[in-house]
């Protein structure tokens, strides 16, 4: 005799696991930013307003996200000649 799967306590056939809508057990996040905790638009303020008169170099902005916020920078080299931190390239052409 045939019973249906919700009789027997399982789940129905075609029914996907519970969490994320695509039936995997968990989502990943989409925002990578949000993972890291700040972006470096933040990291730029936050330099700025720590910098007398609110104002400096690059290498003044720089100085003061790498010692706040070392933990949360990308230090993987961009690709190309120049070999430049990650982070050093997206807050320069922020």
Do not use: C
Not at 16 to 24: C, I, L, S
Not at 44 to 63: H, Q, V
């Amino acid at each position: 005799r045939a019973t249906t799967a919700a009789a027997r306590g399982g789940k129905p056939s075609g029914a996907r696991g519970v969490g994320a809508p695509n039936g995997h057990a968990s989502a990943t996040p989409r925002n990578s930013k949000r993972a890291r905790g700040m972006t470096y638009g933040d990291m730029i303020s936050a330099a700025l307003k720590a910098l007398p008169s609110r104002r400096g170099t690059l290498e003044d902005i720089y100085s003061v996200i790498e010692e706040e916020f070392s933990a949360q920078l990308n230090t993987e080299l961009e690709a190309g000649p120049r070999q430049v931190p990650v982070w050093k390239a997206s807050v320069r052409k922020i």
